[in-house]
């Protein structure tokens, strides 16, 4: 963040509304930017916009200015992990229904469909997912190229994994063949 911002959240923190008003728009970019590491796509904006509003209703708490950048990617990650459980706040599927709802469907509108869904993931569940399902890459194997911990890939897998489903689901609810309206 700029350096300039440290200024910014003490002259806001004082009340002075232009500076608020150029610190949320300095700090967009930055919620954005981290914002699109940590939300499911289609929620980046909405997570920047609920965070630019808890950070306007609440700078005047933080009591550290110089600890304004960190307080903002906490509230972004927060608002990310809101959005996303939100999401799956749904009745649970039965795996037997969702093989016959999936099988019902030809292969091709099934293929662009799974490519759409693998093309809305966020970077970090796309890679995991890749590694394991098509090139077939040990748990281990995936940790050591990613350079993460054994907890993260397999968290990032079943995440992963969950978002091509409902998006498979969500899909074929919201307009049957889906993908032949698509082209």
Do not use: N
Not at 109 to 138: C, K, M, N, Q, W
């Amino acid at each position: 963040m700029a350096a300039c911002t440290h200024d910014l959240v003490v002259r806001a923190q004082g009340g002075d509304a232009a500076a608020l008003d150029r610190l949320l728009v300095e700090s967009r970019f930055e919620a954005r930017r981290y914002a699109l590491r940590h939300c499911v796509t289609s929620e980046v904006d909405d997570a920047v916009q609920e965070t630019l509003l808890i950070v306007a209703g609440r700078l005047r708490s933080l009591k550290k200015a110089a600890s304004f950048a960190g307080w903002l990617f906490t509230v972004v990650r927060r608002e990310c992990q809101r959005l996303s459980r939100r999401m799956f706040e749904h009745e649970a599927l039965d795996d037997e229904k969702i093989a016959d709802q999936l099988a019902a469907r030809p292969m091709d509108e099934l293929r662009t469909g799974l490519a759409f869904a693998l093309e809305s993931l966020p970077t970090h569940y796309l890679e995991v997912i890749l590694l394991r399902d098509f090139e077939e890459l040990t748990i281990a194997e995936i940790c050591e190229r990613l350079d993460v911990s054994v907890q993260t890939a397999k968290a990032r897998l079943l995440r992963a994994r969950l978002l091509v489903r409902e998006y498979l689901l969500s899909a074929e609810e919201q307009a049957p063949g889906f993908a032949q309206d698509r082209f």
